[in-house]
């Protein structure tokens, strides 16, 4: 009996020791794709021209001026960028990252500039790094957007300027000329005249450069006594240069202007503005502040940490094209700005790529920059924006390709606000960038079934994007030229990701090859299409009515 019963523990024994041994054939759940800023798909939208949320703070400050088409306050806000959260427009877009234009307070005048008077609904025209914007919304707004988006893992990227404040009006006095230089202009020929200048006419430029302490000018100060925080913002700026030790210059006051945004409602990332137009030791010591600044809120958030993630720091710097790889060549000296506080740079050059490449030259030629020369880096892809005059498809011609290019490129994405709904880009009578700003088409989203088909193409490629680091932060390989298909594989600490994408392919049946990516048997969806399938022999076989395929583990 004594024997029977060693006999059968022995037997329980080399059974359990058997699973364990061939635990890693046991079929694994599927891990959560992390989320990674080099594959981010942004979504960048003009405060003031998204959706109008509450429309009782659409006038202060008396702006009842006419203005030029398209150049005044038009009414959108914060609490409409919470609404469409709410409503699910960007999760199901794929979007998680949204990227905004400022929204601290600007001038209260006017500018004429010969195509009519402007206001500053742009957000670029500050007056108070301090205080939001009234027409765009309050800071209690901008916490719920930051908490709302974070409990749908959507990452908050503000827009932040050091460079210039706004300009000088009836109602905005210019700043001491201790803070500001008002000429000359810049001419951009080297370092020097696209540095020390101001961008355009009556846009006074900050002295970042200088070395000359300097107390904040009267007028603001009147302006916070008048609001009475006066003391509150005194006491804040003597604890911040006592914690620094930075001297009290214009650039360090600005820092901590806007890092205080940081600190207060646990934003991810900034959008530094006009980045070559600062000398580069400036982003560094805002980088070093935002990450301080990002520490301390998780520090005093510890439930609200999304993940392991620094804080984003991504550069407009005009004209920056990724075959540059670390450099910016001002023509008399190149500067690294990834070596000075940027984890990525906008790319100006994706759109002429675009134009001139096919998908997979497109497609090759980025993956190997990103995983040679600017390995650890990023850069952020567009097609269209606020204020680039030259748009790779300004009468949307092309949605289509627009969203196979962009949202399945190598590197990070922006979505323009409307790039999606094919929101035209060519306004009459709309003069210089106001072309670019319309409203966004809403109305023409529900009703034009054209327009619905090209947002629901938009969507599937955002999803699959979201779904997938190995899309925009992983190793592109071409499977086959035509029809055309491509591998992307992505692997970072224990995650591995991999997917096969066909583009330009026939309607109906169509074979692709996923050797070396899915192994046969395993069960495969195509997102777009949502069809399983499995593999046999190396291959796949979909059935759809489209000539896309996005194929991934199911």
């Known amino acids: 009996m004594v024997m029977r019963k060693i006999l059968f523990f022995l037997l329980i024994s080399i059974v359990i020791g058997s699973c364990t041994v061939n635990k890693e054939t046991e079929p694994t759940v599927a891990q959560k794709p992390p989320f990674v800023w080099e594959n981010a798909n942004f979504y960048f939208l003009l405060t003031d021209r998204f959706e109008n949320g509450d429309k009782t703070n659409d006038i202060n400050f008396e702006r009842t001026a006419k203005t030029g088409k398209l150049r005044g306050f038009e009414g959108g806000d914060i609490q409409g960028i919470i609404k469409k959260l709410e409503e699910g427009y960007f999760t199901n877009l794929g979007v998680n990252a949204i990227w905004f234009s400022p929204v601290v307070e600007q001038i209260h005048g006017a500018v004429d500039e010969g195509t009519g008077v402007t206001y500053g609904f742009h957000g670029y025209w500050t007056k108070d ?6 027409n765009f919304g309050t800071k209690n707004e901008l916490k719920q957007l930051v908490e709302k988006a974070h409990e749908k893992g959507i990452r908050i990227v503000l827009d932040g300027v050091i460079n210039h404040t706004g300009p000088v009006t009836k109602s905005d ?19 020097e005249t696209t540095i020390s200048c101001t961008l355009v006419k009556n846009l ?3 002295k970042t450069e200088s070395t000359i302490e300097v107390e904040i000018p009267k007028h603001l100060a009147d302006k916070w006594k008048a609001e009475g925080r006066y003391q509150q913002e005194m006491d804040e700026l003597d604890k911040f240069f006592k914690r620094t030790g930075y001297p009290r210059l214009p650039k360090y006051y600005i820092i901590k202007w806007l890092t205080d945004y940081i600190v207060e409602f646990g934003v991810d990332g900034y959008r530094a503005d006009t980045v070559k137009h600062l000398e580069e030791d400036v982003w560094a010591d805002f980088a070093k502040e935002c990450e301080y600044a990002f520490e301390q809120w998780k520090k005093n958030n510890p439930e609200k940490v ?11 710097v005009y004209n920056y094209g990724i075959s540059g790889g670390q450099l910016f060549d001002f023509g008399d000296q190149k500067v690294n700005y990834f070596k000075h506080g940027f984890q ?32 650890e880096y990023g850069v952020l892809n567009y097609l269209s924006s606020h204020d680039d005059g030259s748009p790779f498809d300004p009468k949307r011609l092309k949605p289509y390709e627009t969203a196979n290019k962009l949202l399945l490129a190598p590197g990070a994405a922006q979505i323009y606000y409307g790039d999606e709904t094919a929101r035209t880009l060519v306004i009459p009578n709309a003069v210089g960038d106001a072309t670019l700003r319309s409203n966004m088409n809403w ?3 529900q009703q ?66 996923v050797t070396g990516v899915f192994e046969d048997n395993t069960s ?25 395929v996005l194929l991934e583990a199911n």
């Open 204 to 206: 006074p430029d900050v």
């Open 173 to 191: 006095p210019v700043w001491p000329s201790n803070w500001v230089r008002t000429e000359p202009t810049c001419n951009y020929q080297n370092y």
């Open 306 to 316: 999304l993940d392991t993630n620094k804080f984003y720091l991504v550069g407009e």
């Open 524 to 548: 495969v969806k195509d997102a777009y299409s949502n069809t399983v399938a499995h593999v046999k022999n190396g291959k796949v076989t979909i059935n759809s009515p489209y000539t896309i």
């Open 448 to 513: 034009n079934k054209n327009i619905q088909a090209i947002h629901l193409h938009w969507q599937k490629l955002g999803q699959f994007r979201n779904n997938h680091p190995a899309i925009g932060a992983g190793i592109h390989t071409k499977i086959t030229e035509l029809p055309y298909t491509f591998k992307r594989t992505y692997t970072k600490a224990n995650f591995t990701d991999k997917v096969v994408v066909g583009l330009d392919m026939n309607k109906g049946e169509k074979n692709l090859n």
């Open 344 to 375: 990525s740079l906008i790319n100006f050059e994706f759109k002429w790529n675009a134009k001139d490449m096919s998908y997979d030259e497109l497609f090759s030629h980025y993956s190997s920059i990103l995983n040679n020369e600017l390995k």
């Open 443 to 445: 109305l023409a989203l």
């Open 129 to 134: 790094w301090t205080a939001l914007e009234p």
